[in-house]
């Protein structure tokens, strides 16, 4: 078992992969296939690490967890109990935010199309931020909270023209990026808002893509928006408090992958800022990162059903498993070739056979869930765990084929609480008219 993909309370006994306690074995036997399991332990831990090493720093910071990876009621409470923030981005989000009792003024409200209805909650429950991503929605912003008797903090999102070394569908900094402001769209910004006396420019904020391993493009990052801060100062006497580099920090899926050091993460960004603000003769603001997938994704494993095995020829090698999930469940394969890692829930200490496809159960060529594994010889019956399934899986999952979304547990010291139930076709056929 490579420790650093699975839960950190991940153990093998008698044969089956046990996390928070609890066999896997007989949590699918109880819950029914495709199940996703999240590990209360290891979701703790990741927050508080980072608290630990942003809080070395000195440094005032705001750790904001990116609800895209994975949200819902439980999650958002732990989220509140581990003194993190909460990033969102739709008015769904910010209820289950509301209603799982996060302080509003450690929200911010993100998005690149907001409608008028989510920046109206928005307004009137009083996030601590909302994030202006372009001139048009700066200006119904302008309009919506008119008349208000304290203005509404905003950070304008820049894109700034850097590129991440990662998948094309998660780099988001880029010049042909659909997010944020252009450099040269600041000025009519900041004009804007300070012709605006219901807003308040309390920031800058950008985010160049995800699954980044390497630390300088993050720094880059940061260093365009003190320059930024710096010419706001010295163009419109505006003293930026707040800066956000956004998140990104990749996790390791394969044993190929590196396991970024949080405390070298957050030590290059203090220095960056220190050494920037102190260049440009500035105050240095607050921190805001965004962490997402390096605090959801380890702790989450999904467990599916091998329901059959495609051969060649009677006798020959398996070609692929056939099992009862998917691409409805985890598209990140199909949408950008992700790999992940994999074990026989069941047969966790038996030795790896010839490395086998595992095939999701959709009917699109490409739910292939994984290429080439290495798992023991398996046959229909088996239960297949896949690794570092906590972020961007269930948060992305659909109804392709009519088939329910999967069950969520949370475990913690051999207990298991349903935090999301399965659907069932009831629930698929609500909606039809």
Request: charged share 15%; with cysteine; proline share 6%.
């Amino acid at each position: 078992m490579q420790k650093q993909i699975w839960p950190i309370t991940s153990a093998i006994h008698n044969g089956h992969l046990h996390i928070g306690g609890c066999d896997t074995v007989a949590l699918a036997a109880a819950h029914g296939t495709p199940l996703y399991v999240l590990d209360e332990a290891t979701l703790r831990g990741a927050m508080r690490t980072y608290r630990a090493a942003f809080d070395a720093t000195g440094l005032a910071v705001g750790i904001h967890y990116a609800s895209k990876a994975l949200l819902n009621l439980a999650l958002a409470k732990i989220v509140a109990q581990e003194d993190l923030g909460l990033d969102v981005v739709s008015g769904t989000e910010l209820l289950v935010a509301q209603r799982a009792g996060m302080p509003m003024d450690r929200v911010h409200m993100h998005g690149n199309a907001k409608s008028q209805a989510e920046l109206q909650r928005a307004l009137d429950w009083g996030v601590g931020a909302v994030v202006v991503d372009n001139l048009d929605e700066l200006a119904h912003l302008a309009a919506l909270s008119a008349g208000r008797p304290q203005p509404q903090g905003i950070l304008l999102r820049l894109a700034p023209s850097i590129d991440a070394d990662t998948h094309a569908h998660i780099a988001t900094g880029g010049s042909g990026s659909k997010f944020g402001l252009s450099l040269t769209a600041l000025d009519a910004a900041a004009k804007h808002i300070l012709a605006t006396p219901s807003l308040r420019l309390d920031g800058l904020h950008a985010h160049i893509g995800s699954q980044i391993f390497a630390l300088e493009p993050l720094r880059t990052t940061l260093k365009v928006l003190v320059a930024a801060a710096a010419y706001l100062h010295t163009n419109y006497q505006i003293t930026v408090r707040e800066l956000s580099p956004g998140g990104g920090l990749g996790v390791p899926y394969t044993s190929d992958q590196p396991q970024p050091d949080l405390g070298e993460y957050a030590t290059a960004l203090a220095q960056t800022l220190r050494t920037g603000c102190a260049a440009h003769n500035l105050p240095v603001p607050r921190l805001t990162i965004e962490p997402g997938r390096s605090i959801v994704a380890r702790a989450g494993v999904a467990l599916y059903r091998v329901m059959g095995r495609k051969m060649h020829g009677e006798g020959e090698a398996v070609q692929y498993l056939h099992v009862d999930g998917g691409m409805a469940d985890n598209l990140r394969p199909a949408l950008y070739g992700a790999r992940y890692s994999a074990m026989l829930a069941n047969n966790a200490a038996a030795p790896a056979g010839p490395p086998v496809d595992v095939a999701g159960r959709y009917c699109e060529a490409g739910d292939v869930l994984l290429r080439g594994a290495s798992l023991p010889p398996a046959t229909p019956g088996d239960l297949l765990a896949v690794a570092t399934s906590g972020a961007y899986t269930l948060s992305m999952a659909s109804n392709y084929n009519l088939t329910p979304r999967p069950a969520l547990l949370l475990v913690a010291d051999g207990q298991a609480q349903v935090i999301q139930r399965r659907e069932n076709e009831t629930d698929l056929l609500a909606r039809d008219a």
